[in-house]
């Protein structure tokens, strides 16, 4: 993460720079997933595009990953922080990263989503 995230898609994306340097000699510093997300202030509604950890770091089925489930609630967080006038929360009905559009239906569902509309979840901001 960076202390100033791109706002706008036309911005050059901050991807590949290092904030500080490391505090332990040995170790170096690994992406180990993907979020994107975008706001429209119009509406008032914040679409999760994507939210993942790639799949060397993807263990176990959606469902069931306490990780995976803990990443997308942060990045929910953190997301309704930085757009406090948010009143919806949206994202796509599939994602091929899934075994199967069932199991991502699954997971959404797990974390407070609905259907929406025909290809979209949902759900209030609290």
């Known amino acids: 993460m ?8 036309d911005q050059d994306s901050p991807i590949g ?11 170096r510093e690994a992406q180990v997933g ?5 706001y429209y202030h119009t509406d008032q ?5 994507e939210c993942f950890f ?4 993807h263990i176990h089925h959606f469902a069931t990953d ?3 489930q803990q990443l997308w609630q942060s990045f929910e967080r953190y997301l309704v922080q ?5 009143q919806t929360l949206a994202t796509p009905f599939n994602d091929p990263i899934a075994q199967s559009i069932e199991e991502y239906q699954g997971f959404l ?13 949902g759900k209030k901001v609290r």
Request: without cysteine; positive net charge; hydrophobic residues 40%.
């Open 109 to 121: 569902k797990s974390l407070g989503y609905s259907p929406i509309a025909k290809a979209a979840f």
């Open 45 to 49: 509604t914040i679409v999760l595009w």
């Open 2 to 9: 960076t202390n100033k995230p791109k706002h706008y898609a």
């Open 66 to 68: 306490t990780n995976m």
């Open 17 to 27: 720079e290092t904030i500080g340097t490391p505090q332990v000699q040995g170790f």
């Open 34 to 38: 993907n979020a994107q997300a975008w």
């Open 54 to 57: 790639y799949s060397r770091f």
């Open 82 to 86: 930085k757009f406090p006038h948010a």
